[in-house]
């Protein structure tokens, strides 16, 4: 690994008695795609604002570009930021706007025009620089935010759920657009977002965060397929919750009893004890469904359920079932072939899925997701 | 049943009516008609017992003599200094009301610029005057200092004139102020810094501009209220205070000249719309703009 662009060294910031971040040290490196993935309230905001400057961390430190930024202004730090609601300024035409900060640095009228304009023109807005603010829509804006911050080459950008306030079909398509803007650029990008598919659709690595701490740091596929804490399994994708006690464990694999006559083995992550309350995690995708036993893969136990309901959502068409005994909702992606289209409520159905790829973790008193 | 939509508008126009009634009425009777009498009195001279021609006479005393057009400059320029004054007093008041204190506290911060204006404004008047004359509180305090010997009069100058006119004008100020620093959005303050801008940068560049039209509401409303005020000049000022409504006053009701002051009185009405305008022009800013927007 090269020299990271950013580090985080036990960066600790408490409001009152509250700890909003708790001791975070992670580095980011150089031309990489970091994403801070939490939910609302999780202190990846506070993290943000001090990475930007416009908070003081209470303990540790931040070293960006391999030095220390502990009383750094704002004006003053090689980091540019892509604010949430954009921040535009509306007094200020496009050009005016990407000029702002070329402006701040003594730079000449002509350069400054110049440099403008080409930035304008890498990230498709040609021509842009004489309109107003207003006049854009919102992906034109999303990406004058960002040729504001880019001209500047800052060491590391920084963007504040900049998706936030776009509509969904906007959304999916500057979520493409950012990360090849990213990889064109070679720029350090720091992410910020409660949006677990944007997180794993844009990053090199993401931080989940959660209280204060990071539950999990890895790849997006990290994430996904090893999840290291109940928290990153039930945050990161969408997955069944089978909640119980730990029957019995074998080698790797855990007895889970649902105290309502189901069981399932899922594979055990982290420490569990036999009578451990616990919670088992299944992906939609990793089960499967069959009207006869022969069609579910046979190493796998099978559950028997009734379909409750039809979720077509095109590629991502799942049924959703309870289980037959316990009256637990479950739910199974559906195979891409339209095998199962034609499933009615209140039918029999069997699903099984494989232990292997269902995660058991212990559950943490008082942990709520 | 009714039918629905000629009879509606019929009903309409009557009540619309009787409701603009007050507005035409107090437009009509205490604005327009003496406004028209007095033009027609400022035209006027008098060349026997009730015998009366329409004349320049009236405006053209006022450019003959020294005194009043002197007095009229004198009072157009402290007008403008009392102004920007104000402006620049009510900006960091207003910036700290709208910006940095929170919930309750900015409140109790508005409140405290608003209870002065509880009392009239010749009341307010007389507390500065008990506070600067000669034998009064701040001049006595100097002396117990061993700042001067003896105790100076304070009162009877330009400068508390410019005090007593700043004063009473900064509620007009801060609050148009507070409403237009309200509407300002943080992240564009953070945005401007994070962009690499200074403090005076950011007051420049994203704090004056976005403000611009409560910063020219504020100063009309300001400018106004000063070039028309009558009692700070004159019991801050003395009798010789050169301010220009004292003439008008001296004209109505000393001189019993109702023509010459009425003369005095459009042409005071006539600098105060110039200086608007140009004011406007200069920022480049339109009259409903900034009066409609709060």
Known sequence: MSQPDLAAEAVVKRFGDHVAVDSISFAVERGSFFSILGPSGCGKTTLLRMIAGFLAPDGGDIVIGGKSMRGVAPNRRPVNMVFQ????????????????????RGIGRAERRNKAGGMLERVGLAG???????????????????????VLEPTLLLLDEPLGALDLKLREHMKIELKQL???????????????????????RVGVMNRGRFEQLG???????????????????????????????????????????????????????VGDPVEAFIRPEAATIGRQPDQLPQDQP??????????????????????TRSRREFRVALPQTGQFADLRPGERILFSFDPTRAACFATASGEHA | MREPDAPAQARTSPRLALLMTPAFAWLGLLIVLPHVELAVLSFRAQVGPRHYVPSLLQYRTFFDQPEYWRTFLRTAWMSVVATFATLCLALPIAWVIAKIARGRASAWLLLACLIPFWISETVRTLGWMILLRQSGVLPALLVDLGITAHPVELLYRDSTIMVGLVYNSMLFMIVPLISSLESLDNSLIEAAYDLGAGGLTVLRKI????????????????????????????????????????????????????????????????????????????????????????
């Not at chain 1, 620089?129 to 880019?150: H, N, P, T, Y």
Request: proline share 3%.
């Open chain 1, 85 to 104: 609601q954009l921040a535009l300024f509306p007094m200020m035409s496009v050009g005016e706007n990407v000029e702002f900060g070329l402006a701040r």
């Open chain 1, 302 to 323: 099978a559950h028997e359920g009734l379909v409750e309901s039809l979720l077509f959502d095109g590629a991502k068409s799942a049924v959703l079932l309870r289980e």
């Open chain 2, 207 to 294: 704090v004056i501009p976005h403000a611009a039209p409560g910063i020219t509401a504020g100063c009309i409303i300001v400018f106004m209220l000063t070039l028309g005020d009558y009692i700070t000049p004159t019991l801050l000022g003395g009798k010789d205070s050169g301010w220009f409504t004292e003439q008008i006053y001296t004209q109505f009701i000393t001189r019993f000249n109702w023509a010459q002051g009425a003369a005095f009185g459009f042409l005071l009405l006539g600098l105060s719309t110039a200086i608007v305008v140009l004011g406007l022009k200069i920022t480049g800013q339109r009259f409903g703009d900034v009066m409609g927007r709060r």
């Open chain 1, 128 to 150: 842009a620089a004489g309109k107003r603010v207003d006049e854009l829509s919102g992906g034109q804006r999303q990406r004058v935010a960002i040729a504001r911050s880019l």
């Open chain 1, 182 to 204: 990213q990889a064109e650029f070679g720029t350090t990008f720091v992410y910020i977002t409660h949006d677990q598919s944007e997180a794993l659709v844009l990053s090199d």
């Open chain 1, 219 to 273: 790849t997006p596929q990290d994430l996904y397929y090893r999840p290291a804490t109940a928290f990153v399994a039930g945050f990161v994708g969408d997955s069944n919750r089978v909640a119980g006690r730990a029957a019995g464990i074998d080698a790797d694999t855990v007895l889970v009893e649902t105290g309502d006559g189901w069981s399932v083995h899922a594979r055990r992550h982290g420490p569990v004890a």
